[in-house]
């Protein structure tokens, strides 16, 4: 069911949460969590719109045991050193909470046809003793003065935990070559409704500044999108280099009818504008658990820029629909 709000927001991708989309050799990829967490799709277009119709494949199945076995969540494709590769996060079937980040490869150039193979679990600097030893999620990849680096969150502390993120530089698609480092807790109160948590980064640049949004709070209206900011070619792994806001810079919007706004990609359409992906709900009473319930929806946004090249967010750049 083609469902909308009562505004005209119409969403782009039904029940697709954590959606990423990506530009590639002529063609828009986009993969998402699925609702029963327990595979990895994919499909392609050679227009960004076209993504919504498109048909769409899987894969790669979960296991039935063991590693890779549940909750399979939050997939990115990344073409990186001439191969296609493909972050995800997933738990095991009798520890459904040891959640891991772990990677595919495509062992030829077309990610809709060729095979993918498993390269187990990302592989933390040899001198880290710290990074993926506990729930670890939501990993993406950019680059910046010849450097590639790889942010994620990870939990720490007791009871409900914190989710943090980090940063760190990568040796190879597989492994990480520096220690990480604390990027951002949450140290608001929009960033601490139900769990303390920030998670789900994406990079956005613009002239020589790099923007870094996340998602904070529990998975229901209280979800939301924070943002840090740092200048390109400065250190990255100093967390001094970096600025975070200090309020959401997307919320939800009784009016508009969109609950819960988070877990981002960004992407350039046909004409060269900034377009956010992101999930969201049209209903504010979700039934059920909210991790369970299957209507996270995929939408777009164009991006606009103020006079000092900062992204703004605003749901009047969304795609509304008459009727």
């Known amino acids: 069911m083609n469902q909308i709000t009562e505004t005209g927001i119409n969403p782009w991708i039904m029940q697709r949460a954590d959606p990423y989309v990506c530009q590639y050799d002529g063609y828009y990829y986009f993969t998402a969590s699925v609702p029963a967490y327990d595979c990895i799709v994919l499909r392609r277009s050679e227009t960004l719109e076209g993504l919504k119709d498109a048909g769409e494949i899987t894969i ?42 772990y990677v595919l490869e495509c062992t030829g150039l077309d990610p ?14 040899d001198e880290d003793e710290f990074s993926f030893q506990a729930f670890s999620l939501d990993a993406t990849v950019f680059e910046d003065a010849g450097e590639r680096y790889y942010v994620w969150a990870e939990k720490v502390g ?31 109160d929009w960033e601490r409704i139900g769990f303390w948590v920030n998670e ?41 280099s970096w600025t975070k806001e200090a ?19 960004f992407t350039k359409d046909e004409q060269g504008n900034d ?31 103020d006079v000092e090249n900062r992204p703004v967010f605003s749901y009047d750049n969304m795609n509304i629909v008459s009727g």
């Open 60 to 101: 790669w199945k979960k296991h039935e045991e063991g590693p890779m076995s549940k909750h399979i969540w939050a997939p990115e494709l990344h073409f990186l050193d001439g191969h296609y590769y493909i972050y995800f996060a997933a738990g095991e079937r009798d520890d459904i909470w040891k959640i891991r980040p």
């Open 112 to 125: 809709m046809q060729d095979a993918w193979v498993e390269r187990g679990m990302m592989q933390c600097a």
């Open 158 to 188: 007791v009871g409900k935990q914190i989710s943090n993120l980090y940063i760190a530089k990568m040796e190879n698609p597989c492994k990480l070559k520096t220690v990480q480092v604390l990027l951002t807790t949450p140290d608001y």
């Open 200 to 240: 789900g980064p994406a990079v956005l640049k613009k002239g020589d500044r790099i923007y870094l949004t996340y998602s904070a709070s529990d998975t229901g209206p209280a979800y939301c999108l924070g943002m840090l900011s740092a200048k390109s070619g400065s250190d990255l792994l100093d967390p001094r």
């Open 247 to 265: 309020k959401p810079v997307l919320s939800s919007n009784r009016e508009k009818g969109i609950y819960g706004p988070g877990h981002n990609s």
């Open 275 to 305: 377009i956010m992906v992101f999930h969201a709900r049209t209903e504010e009473e979700i039934v059920g658990d909210p991790l369970y319930n299957p209507n996270r929806h995929a939408f777009l946004m164009q991006v606009e820029w």
